[in-house]
């Protein structure tokens, strides 16, 4: 009989894209979602079940658990109870004899003055100790930043983000970091394991910006925004306090150090060589 895999975040941006690329290697998949009226669509996508609950509450993350043999945990971003979550997914993979916990992290956790990344580390912790056989992922940021703000890149030919331009990158396509995932959950020979996943190129906002213009044709020119308004953008959006304060100790990071890392895990796992900005953007385009 097939292994179901129980996937968390799944009605989410990296959770739909695994998703996808899971059922496209024929796994079964159990959905974890926090609203029923989200199953019709995911069970479009293929997902196999569903159970419905909130990752706060432990009573609904253990009935999930049971019955998977796998569990791929995408937990919401910035999450205050990160740690918490992923260690009540952990005890109850302790419970039900999970066979591989695959954990959504990110690259450089260890960087401990972004609370958020500091809260995976945590979390990353909890599990090297379970015992249970996992595997860490850890990726880089994504290039999927680029889709909110398509239209007015292409519209207003200016390419904005709240670091300054020439800060570099080595962005990575979510739709790679989605195959990778679903690979690592297919194959035998992942346990144990934390794989850094990053993109071919470190490209400064400046750099994409050229690429992008090159790709449309028309000139787009890097534009740092200021982090006062990144927060105001971010309230406007209805964030609260303390995720606007995560989103603005990431940016200032990133500001500071950019986001660096090497695509050779990420290659090595696809077995051929990770989309580069330039195909993502013309895939963008083209759609
Ligand atoms: N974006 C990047 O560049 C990047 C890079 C590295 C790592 N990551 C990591 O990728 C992960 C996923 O990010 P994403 O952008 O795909 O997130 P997302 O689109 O916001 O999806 C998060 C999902 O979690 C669900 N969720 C939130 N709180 C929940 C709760 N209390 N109980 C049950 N479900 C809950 C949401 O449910 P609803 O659909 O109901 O809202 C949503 O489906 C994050 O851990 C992030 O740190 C992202």
Known sequence: MSETILLTGANGKTGRAILKKLVGLKLVVKVFIRDKNQWQDLKAL????????????????????????????VGPPMHPDEKTITQSFIEAAIKQNIGHFIYYSVMHPLRRDVRHHRLKLDAEEVLVESGIPYTILQPIRYMQHLLPIWNKVVEEGVHAM?????????????????????IVAAEPGHYFATYELAGVEPLSQ?????????????????????????????????????KVEQMMLMNKHYDDCGFLGSPNVLRWILGRQPTLYREFVERLHQA
């Open 46 to 73: 293929g997902a196999a079940g569903f159970a419905v609950g909130d990752m706060l509450d432990v009573d609904s993350i253990d009935s999930a658990v049971m019955g998977c043999q796998k569990i791929i945990h």
């Open 162 to 182: 709240p670091f300054n331009t020439e800060v570099m990158f080595n962005v990575v396509d979510l739709e790679d970091l989605a195959e990778a995932t679903a």
């Open 206 to 242: 400046t750099d994409m910006a050229a690429i992008i213009s090159d790709v449309i044709g028309t000139p787009v020119t890097a534009q740092a925004i200021s982090q006062q308004q990144l927060a105001d953008n971010a309230r406007e959006k209805g964030f609260n306090e303390d």
